[in-house]
């Protein structure tokens, strides 16, 4: 059973970055994500590292940076140049399957997430 323990977070302002980090104690996963769900509404996948390559979103895109150890357990999120909207409790997340990328429906191991508040 693999869990799953995120840390990293915090409130910044507009522009300004912040580290995310993410450690999955048992069975290697072959997947690991990062998820996010603002209040209201539903959850999103950010970026996600399978067998050691890494997927953007659109969220992510060329603003976040996915990072995985040479353990390949321990998975990294920076952000830079966040914005408002980025607002959201940020999830990592583990999978056994090697596809499941951004289907947060194949990922079976959950964090129990961190807050990461965007604001002026």
């Known amino acids: 059973q693999v869990q799953v323990v995120e840390s990293g977070g915090g409130s910044v302002q507009p522009g300004e970055s912040l580290r995310l980090s993410c450690v999955a104690s048992?069975?290697?996963?072959?997947?690991m994500g990062w998820f996010r769900q603002a209040p209201g509404k539903p959850r999103e996948g950010v970026a996600a590292?399978?067998?050691?390559?890494?997927m953007d979103s659109n969220i992510s895109r060329g603003r976040f940076t996915i990072s995985q150890d040479n353990a390949k357990n321990t998975l990294h999120l920076q952000m830079n140049s966040l914005k408002v909207q980025d607002t959201a409790t940020y999830y990592c997340?583990?999978?056994?399957?090697?596809?499941?990328?951004?289907?947060?429906?194949?990922?079976?191991?959950w964090g129990q997430g961190t807050q990461v508040t965007v604001s002026v």
């Open positions: 590292i399978c067998s050691g390559n890494p």
């Open positions: 997340a583990a999978s056994q399957w090697q596809w499941a990328y951004l289907r947060d429906d194949l990922y079976n191991a």
């Open positions: 048992g069975d290697i996963p072959a997947c």
